[in-house]
């Protein structure tokens, strides 16, 4: 199981409330940083900011977000600098931990960092607690004129979302589960209903609002029910760290067990009625350790299964779409190895290896009757194809038979088994697709299921009945909310069984569009990705707001988000520039921007804002940009080289010491990212690095507006890296515009768990 310095797909694309405040680009950009972006909102004939009379009664506008006495600061914080340097190559005693000693620098490189002090990996020196407070109060300042048309903007939001909403059941032995929302409580409550009984009475087996009942922060990661499904666990993470602590319930007493086990990375996978599988960290938070825990014993008794010894590599865990296997595995970004357990050998857990590793090779294996199916990238396969071997040769040297001949035209992502079809998931064209096939005659039956949109975004969604005659998928596109189907191969029928409802929303109003821009290479296409209000498009040059990622093979797919309408409302053009390194046109778009060659990420992103100005959609005035986490290094890398093509821009958790990080094997991730980025310990990918780090790129020249935001507790790009790219900003630019920084005290990468912040 890979963790990466990334987001869930980009905070834009969270249909969740929770997102709300920081996922609608107009509060940000429109609000934080109102000043440089005035025209975005004068660009509508819709008011931003109504009278107090207008906005609804049920909030407060000059208290929505915070408790007042609200701390202001009308100047921004100067910290102190304190001289350091950071070593890069053969520091002694570390030469095992940085990647060496063979090809380590000698003598180190050093880089001077007079603001590595406001690094503290406890998160309490009071120094830097205090510095953290004064650039919150520095923000609070800056917006604080602006709160009413923030709660405005807010109401908005919420009129578009369905606050009490059910999911669409799915079944799972006896029992249908689905979660519901509640208006005005925070958190999804996890229900059951018998699919027998003729008036089934619900079954609240998990409700979040309980749990986080007096807590500033509460992240429920995962959870799953035994066999006979009476025994519940789930894990539970307070702080945002993203260390959770696995909880067990009987759900016939309704009681808690005793059984509590901490320090995991959340998943968790009942065995038996009596055996649990769970995973845990190292002291680099890298996952390490894969444990069988047997219910009703101490934590110090608990199985290890599998260790992974290689810090360059994490540990995982899943079960076979049939249950009967339990697949242990070992990834990095280049290489995989996985190992197969048979449950149905009771007590052995005597585990085979399918393939040992080989650098550069990455398998997937699921179970299907008497074979796995494989997908892979051997044999040259860029963009992977399907294998199968049968059950009783794994572990042997024998020969992966190709199900289909490889097609670099279709990259193949994922492959989810039923007792009587196969489902597959995948890219072409560069969007998301699904093919079905049936085992017995793969090459004639295959299929792909069929939409109507051509600009779509659809995956499989929960499928937990290995014996279904049904695929449960969902379906989406910028214009069209959340659907979910299930779609019956046998005649190729889909049935709506849900779309995710918008209040006050017009499909009819909005339209989308896709263009292909010519990168400067003068060969690569890269897709754009449009969504507008279509009467308020004109010939005119209009305001846009354009977001981007483009690393880890991360696909930023067209999906709906109505936290994007108060934005579309407004005349804003959201656009998507899907840039080399992320996954949207394949594996080979990933790859082409890695190690020497990362700065295409940049440049592509740079000429999709020079096209749409030279087309006449916008003008730098009127175009404010976004990233996230490994998108917040794509802003500030743009910023440094192309500081005038913007007005504003917004970075959530951004990656921007990638130098720093990158350097030092005891920040979490690092090691593990360096088939990511590269280990600037080495000399090749310190001068790769340097020359685009964000943070060790601040020029002497006029930056855009630019407003910044962290976490406390994130342990995927930490606190300090955005602290340390304010600061240094300020110092250096030579215009007036605005830095700000707000950093959630309470939460980690993916901010607040409370849907309504």
């Known amino acids: 199981m890979l963790a990466f310095r990334n987001c869930s797909l980009g905070f834009l694309h969270a249909p969740a409330i929770r997102k709300a405040a920081q996922a609608t680009p107009i509060v940000v ?17 819709k008011k931003l900011v109504k009278t107090k009379a207008e906005i609804s009664p049920k909030i ?98 919420l009129s578009h979302i ?51 009942k007096d807590k500033k922060h509460c992240d429920i990661y995962d959870w799953d029910v035994s066999p006979s499904q009476t025994l519940l666990a789930y894990s539970a993470d307070f702080t945002g760290d993203e260390e959770y602590t696995l ?33 845990t960290m190292d002291e680099s938070r890298r996952t390490d350790k894969v444990w069988m825990h047997r219910i009703g014993t101490p934590n110090s008794k608990d199985v290890l299964l599998y260790h992974e010894p ?13 249950k009967r296997f339990l697949f242990l595995s070992s990834s990095s970004s280049e290489t995989e190895e996985h190992w197969v357990i048979d449950l149905e050998e009771k007590g052995s857990y005597k585990k085979k290896c399918v393939r040992k590793r080989e650098k550069g090779v ?30 009783e040769k794994v572990g042997t040297e024998a020969k992966w038979e190709d199900v289909f001949p490889y097609d670099p035209a279709i990259k193949i992502d994922d492959i989810h088994c039923f007792s009587n079809f196969i489902a597959l998931e995948g890219r072409e064209d560069g969007f998301s697709q699904v093919w079905i096939f049936k085992p017995e005659n793969p090459k004639d039956s295959r299929h792909v299921i069929k939409f109507q949109e051509e600009a779509h975004t659809v995956g499989l969604s929960v499928n937990e009945d290995f014996g ?19 779609y019956d191969p046998s005649d190729r029928k889909l049935t709506l069984l849900k779309q995710q409802p918008v209040p006050k929303y017009d499909p009819s109003l909005y339209s989308s569009e896709r263009l292909e821009v010519l990168a400067r290479d003068g060969k690569t296409k890269i897709p754009v990705s449009l969504v507008y209000r279509t009467d308020m498009k004109s010939d005119k040059p209009g305001p846009v707001h354009l977001y981007g990622y483009g690393s880890y093979e991360i696909s930023i797919e067209p999906q709906f988000a109505a936290t994007r309408l108060p934005l579309l409302d407004r005349g804003v053009t959201y656009a998507i520039a899907h840039v080399r390194g992320g996954g949207e046109m394949g594996r080979s778009w990933y790859e082409s921007a890695k190690y020497s060659h990362k700065s295409r990420t940049f440049t592509d992103f740079i000429d999709c804002a020079k096209n749409l100005i030279d087309r006449k959609t916008t003008t730098p005035d009127l175009m404010s940009i976004e990233g996230r986490s490994a998108g917040g290094l794509l802003v500030g890398a743009v910023l440094n080289m192309a500081p005038s093509l913007f007005k504003a821009g917004v970075a959530g958790v951004p990656f921007v010491d990638v130098m720093g990080t990158m350097s030092d094997p005891s920040i979490p991730l690092t090691t593990g990212e360096w ?12 001068n790769d690095i340097i020359k685009y780090s964000p943070y060790d790129n601040i020029a002497k020249q006029n930056y855009p507006s630019l407003f910044i935001s962290g976490g406390l507790f994130d342990p995927r790009v930490a606190y300090w890296e955005p602290a340390k790219w304010a600061a240094k900003l300020r110092e250096y630019k030579t215009d007036d515009n605005p830095v700000l920084l707000k950093i959630d005290l309470d939460s980690g990468h993916f901010s607040a768990s409370d849907r309504y912040r």
Request: aromatic share 10%; charged share 30%; proline share 6%.
């Open 29 to 45: 950009a429109g609000v934080a940083i109102a000043r440089s972006v005035r025209r975005l909102a004068a660009a509508s004939q």
């Open 60 to 157: 407060d506008p000059w208290n929505a977000f915070e408790k007042l006495p609200l701390r202001l600061e009308k100047d921004p914080p100067i910290p102190k600098k304190v001289p350091h340097e950071i070593l890069f190559g053969a520091v002694s005693g570390e030469e095992k931990e940085r990647g060496g000693p063979k090809e380590l620098i000698v003598p180190p490189k050093t880089i001077k960092d007079p603001y590595f002090w406001i690094r503290d990996d406890d998160r309490k020196r009071k120094d830097v607690i205090s510095h953290l407070e004064a650039e919150n109060a520095y923000t609070n300042y800056m917006t604080h004129h602006l709160r009413a048309a923030r709660e405005n903007i807010y109401q908005e939001i």
């Open 162 to 212: 369905q606050e009490t909403d059910v999911s669409v059941p799915h079944p799972r032995g006896k029992y249908e589960y689905y979660d519901r929302t509640e208006e005005g409580k925070s958190y999804q409550i996890h229900c059951r209903k018998l699919k027998s009984a003729q008036q089934p009475q619900e079954d609240i087996f998990l409700n979040e609002n309980e749990i986080a």
């Open 247 to 279: 909880y067990l319930k009987d759900l016939s007493t309704g009681k808690f067990l005793q059984d509590e086990i901490p320090k995991t990375i959340g998943r968790v996978l009942f065995g038996d009625e009596k055996t649990l599988f769970y995973a």
């Open 310 to 322: 290689d810090s360059q590599f994490d540990a995982g865990f899943s079960k076979s779409s049939s």
């Open 362 to 391: 990455i398998y997937e294996v699921d179970h299907h009757d008497k074979d796995f199916y494989i997908i892979t990238n051997l044999d040259k396969s860029t963009n992977f194809k399907l294998t199968s071997i049968p059950v």
């Open 468 to 486: 279904s005659s049904v695929v449960r998928i969902t379906y989406e596109s910028f214009i069209c909310p959340r659907c979910t189907y299930d």
């Open 675 to 686: 088939e990511e980025w590269g280990n600037p310990n080495t000399l090749m990918a310190f």
